[in-house]
């Protein structure tokens, strides 16, 4: 049981460059969410799922694109990468009104 | 609007003291908030939790109060250790509407000495 795992880890982009980050959990969660988290700052939501097939805004939306074409995966695109887009991101679920699973980041740099 | 924020950005106690960390929330249709502390270069864990119909919940050495008349939120940690050196964030459930949708607080972060 992993939990929740995103891909990859750790990436570098030039910008304009474009990427996907993928988050994938076992856990047959309902929801699931994606957040970024800058140096000293909390973490803001980007774009959240309610189930497959639904995707909703968060707090910071722009510049970011989400599907969810599979219960278990939540894919977080970035079609041209902007320097104010460095960030950790975090991708999190959970089954209903519970406490939300969290991934262990993905530590992205915009140069 | 919907805003979660902690009062303090940093505390710092003593190995051994209590500590509390205060949360305000500005959402009265929020039905659900949850503690959770990140560890440097990690994702948040969850620490403990409690409902909008409950206004304190224990758990392990933690307690949570949730004081929904000035929209007030803390975590108590009992007899605080240097493991539990770490930021430490409020949740907000955005549940109405069945949106689903958490809101973080900015984070505390929490200092032990020995």
């Known amino acids: 049981n992993a939990g929740v795992t995103q891909t990859p880890k750790f990436r570098v982009l030039k910008t304009g460059q474009s990427m996907t980050l993928l988050c994938a959990q076992d856990?047959?969660?309902?929801?699931m969410y994606w957040y970024r988290q800058d140096p000293g700052m909390g973490l803001r939501l980007i774009h959240y799922?309610?189930?497959?097939?639904?995707?909703a805004k968060g707090e910071v939306p722009d510049g970011y694109n989400v599907s969810r074409l599979k219960k278990q995966n939540f894919l977080l695109g970035l079609e041209s990468a902007a320097p104010s887009q460095t960030s950790v991101y975090f991708c999190?679920?959970?089954?209903?009104?519970?406490?939300?699973?969290f991934g262990q980041g993905t530590r992205l740099t915009v140069v | 609007g919907e805003s979660v924020g902690l009062h303090l950005p940093t505390l710092s106690v003593q190995e051994g003291d209590n500590s509390i960390i205060n949360c305000a929330y500005s959402?009265?249709?929020?039905?659900?908030f949850i503690w959770y502390k990140q560890e440097s270069g990690k994702g948040p864990q969850f620490i403990i939790d409690?409902?909008?119909?409950?206004d304190k919940r224990q758990g392990q050495r933690v307690t949570v109060l949730l004081n929904k008349t000035v929209k007030h939120l803390s975590l108590q940690i009992a007899a605080t250790q240097p493991g539990d050196s770490a930021v430490y964030f409020c949740?907000?459930?955005?549940?109405?509407?069945?949106?689903?949708?958490?809101?973080f607080g900015q984070g505390t972060t929490l200092q032990v000495k020995p």
């Open positions: 999190a679920s959970r089954g209903g009104n519970t406490e939300a699973f």
């Open positions: 856990m047959n969660h309902e929801y």
């Open positions: 799922s309610v189930g497959e097939g639904t995707t």
């Open positions: 959402n009265s249709a929020s039905d659900y």
């Open positions: 409690i409902r909008s119909n409950m």
């Open positions: 949740a907000e459930n955005l549940y109405s509407g069945n949106t689903g949708k958490l809101i």
